[in-house]
């Protein structure tokens, strides 16, 4: 499967790091390609290295301003002119997407998902990994949004939140 991840750009603490490592090398083990957002910076780049050393192809779908952020080793790189351009690429490439912490991009990119999924403008299985309750305050509005009519669908045929790496991935692969 082509399963995009959208993910921080920045370092983080280790409590971060580590199931998202975990999360990539499953990824790689299990023969499955990473598309991302094609940066060696910070998560993206752990990501990469992790995927890449498990066996996983990958494939970078970066933005020309970022260009100099750009993984070196990927299998495919591709730039576009712009964010929106490089999230339609995302969603299009991917046969299924997950969600690892991130902040205001990754915010972004989770939420026009969602939307376009609720729009029935694709059917992907999402799913977010929920690293140490990051995601909790998203999943309670979610929930919310849900229990009063705000969504035209349930929020289960929406997105899958994930406690653990090993459950992120059995719930991208039972849902594709």
Known sequence: MNITVFCSAYSLDERYTAPAAEFARLLGERGHTLVWGGSHAGLMGLLADEVKEAGGRLVGISVDFLAHKAYEGADEMVSTPDLATRKAQLLERADALAVLVGGLGTLDEITEVLELKKHARHDKPVVVLDTEGFYTGMRVQLERMDAEGFLPR???????????PAEAIALLERTN
């Open 154 to 164: 349930p929020l289960a045929e929406l997105v899958h939140f994930a406690a653990t």
